[in-house]
C-alpha cells in the first residue's frame, strides 16, 4: 500500500496543516474529531514533577534500550529507547519482540526494585496511568461515544478515584436523571477500553542520532517513528500519550531546515487518515507537559507518526494492552494444561505419558513451542537488561524453565513410544506426521533465534 502510494504521488508531497492555519479547527473537527489534546496545564504540577523526575530517574540509571525488532524476516534496532511499565506478570508484543513490563507497585506483589529512585519513579507512572485514565472517561464520555447518564457507583475505577464528581462538574449528571443507571455492558465496555495495563516509555536525543528518515508523504521533516498503528491493543481501546521534551537546551535553529507549517525545533505528533490521498494531514506540536488521546477506533482508521524536534524527548505511552495470550497468569495455564499428561509412578517415580491421541500430543508439542520461543527465548535474548529496575521476572522464568524441561522430556517420551513395534501402524503414523510439523517449526525456529 505504502509502494502504491508514493508513486501515485509522485514528486508531489499531500497538504497537512498545523494549528496555525486557518483551516486547522475545522479539519480537526470533521476528520480528526477522535484525537483530543491536552495542554500541560490542565495536568497538576504535583504530577508532572513526580513523572518528569521519574523519566530523568530512568534515563540516568540507563533503563531505556534499543529494541531488536523483526521486520519482514529482517531485524533492524529502533532509533528509539525504551522501557514497559505496568501490571506485574503482562508483556507486550511488537514487531515480533516481546516486551516484559518492570512492575509497578502493586498491592499483593513482592516487588524488589534496585533502588527506592527506580520504585518512586514507577510510582509516578501509576500515578499518570490513573490521571490518564480519568481524561479518557471525560473525553469518551464528553463525545457520547457512550450513553452514560450517571454512575451509581464507582466500580468503574480502577484505584478508587471518585468518577460522578467529575462528571457532575461537566454537566453530564442532571439531578432528574437519578432513577436511571447506566447498562452493565456500558460499564465493562467503558471500564476495558480505558483501564491501561502498561505504558511504553520512549526516550530520543535526535542531536545523537547519526540519521533519521523523512516524512515521505506530507514533507514533514524528521521522524523519530513512521506511520504506523499501534498493535496489540484491545479493540477500539484508547491509546493516551504524555510527552516531556527537554526544551531549554541549547538548540541552534536549522534555517535550511525550515518547513512550511512546522518548527522543525518542536516536536510533534503527525496524524494521516490510513492510505488516503485525499484527506490533509495534521501535525501538531508537543510542548513539555501536554499530552493527547486516540480516542475509540481512531488507532484503526487513522495513522500516526512522532517528528522529531531538536531537543531530547520522553514519552510515556499508555495502552490497554491485548493480554490475552501475553501474561504470566495464561502461560503458567497452558503449561499446567500440557503437562496433565505426564504421571509419576509413586513407587519407582519412573514418568510415563498418560496418552499418545494425536490431537493430547499435537496440543503438549504447541505448548512446548509457545514456552520456548514466546516467552524463554524472547526474554533471555534482552531480558538481563531488566535486572536494571528490578529482579522480579528470574523467579517466573526459572519456574517456566522447569516447565520447559518438562516438556523436552515428554517429546522424547513420544518419540520412543512411536519408535516400538507393538504401534498400530495408522495411529503411529498419524502421531508421526503430527509430531513432524511440530519439530520442523521448533528446528526452524531455534535456527532463526540463533541467528537474531
Known amino acids: 500500500q505504502k509502494k502504491k502510494l508514493l508513486e501515485e504521488l509522485g514528486e508531489n508531497r499531500l497538504p497537512y496543516v498545523t494549528p496555525a492555519d486557518a483551516d486547522f479547527h475545522q479539519l480537526w473537527k470533521t476528520k480528526y ?6 495542554k500541560s496545564d490542565t495536568v497538576p504540577g504535583e504530577l508532572h514533577q513526580m513523572v518528569q523526575e521519574g523519566f530523568l530517574t530512568l534515563r540516568k540509571h540507563n533503563c531505556f534500550f534499543q529494541d531488536l525488532v523483526r521486520i519482514k524476516g529482517k531485524d533492524f534496532v529502533t532509533p528509539v529507547s525504551r522501557i514497559l511499565i505496568g501490571n506485574p506478570g503482562f508483556t507486550y508484543k511488537y514487531l515480533n519482540t516481546r516486551l516484559f513490563t518492570v512492575p509497578w507497585p502493586t498491592e499483593g506483589y513482592d516487588i524488589k526494585y534496585c533502588s527506592p529512585q527506580i520504585h518512586d519513579a514507577c510510582t509516578a507512572l501509576i500515578r499518570l496511568n490513573d490521571f490518564l485514565h480519568i481524561e479518557a472517561v471525560k473525553a469518551l464520555q464528553g463525545q457520547n461515544l457512550f450513553e452514560t447518564k450517571e454512575i451509581k457507583d464507582t466500580t468503574v475505577i480502577d484505584r478508587e478515584q471518585n468518577f460522578a464528581t467529575s462528571l457532575t462538574e461537566k454537566g453530564s449528571v442532571s439531578k432528574d436523571q437519578s432513577s436511571c443507571c447506566v447498562p452493565e455492558d456500558d460499564y465493562v465496555s467503558l471500564k476495558n477500553r480505558t483501564s491501561y495495563n502498561l505504558t511504553l516509555l520512549n526516550y530520543m536525543d535526535p542531536l545523537q542520532m547519526l540519521y533519521l528518515k523523512q516524512e515521505p508523504y506530507f514533507g514533514m521533516g524528521n521522524m523519530a517513528v513512521s506511520w504506523h498503528h499501534d498493535e496489540n491493543l484491545v479493540e477500539r481501546s484508547t491509546v493516551a500519550v504524555y510527552s516531556y521534551s527537554c526544551e531549554g537546551s541549547a538548540v541552534e535553529e536549522n534555517n535550511e531546515q525550515k518547513l512550511k507549517g512546522r518548527d522543525p525545533a518542536v516536536w510533534h505528533v503527525g496524524l494521516k487518515v490510513a492510505w488516503d490521498i485525499e484527506t490533509p494531514g495534521l501535525a501538531i506540536p508537543l510542548h513539555q507537559g501536554d499530552f493527547y488521546l486516540m480516542l475509540d477506533d481512531l488507532n484503526m482508521t487513522h495513522q500516526h ?3 522529531a ?3 531530547p524527548r520522553f514519552s510515556s505511552t499508555h495502552r490497554v494492552a491485548d493480554c490475552s495470550r501475553g501474561t504470566l ?30 490431537a493430547v500430543v499435537k496440543q503438549v508439542e504447541e505448548i512446548h513451542n509457545e514456552v520456548e520461543f514466546e516467552w524463554l527465548r524472547q526474554f533471555w535474548f534482552q531480558g538481563k ?14 519456574k517456566l524453565e522447569e516447565f520447559w524441561r518438562k516438556m523436552e522430556i515428554m517429546t522424547s ?3 520412543s513410544e512411536v519408535g516400538k513395534e507393538e504401534q498400530i501402524e495408522e495411529q503411529r503414523n498419524e502421531t508421526i506426521s503430527c509430531l513432524l510439523l511440530v519439530l520442523t517449526e521448533r528446528q526452524r525456529l531455534r535456527k532463526e533465534w540463533t541467528a537474531r
Open 33 to 38: 474529531s477522535k484525537l483530543i489534546f491536552g
Open 385 to 398: 537488561r531488566y535486572l536494571k529496575c528490578t529482579d522480579w521476572w528470574l523467579k517466573p522464568m526459572a
Open 329 to 358: 497468569e495464561y502461560i503458567f495455564e497452558r503449561c499446567e494444561l500440557a503437562l496433565q499428561n505426564l504421571q509419576t509412578d509413586s513407587d519407582s517415580m519412573a514418568l510415563s505419558l498418560k496418552s499418545l491421541e494425536t
Open 305 to 307: 507518526c512522532v517528528l
Open 413 to 415: 517420551m513420544v518419540l
Open 309 to 311: 524536534g531538536f531537543s
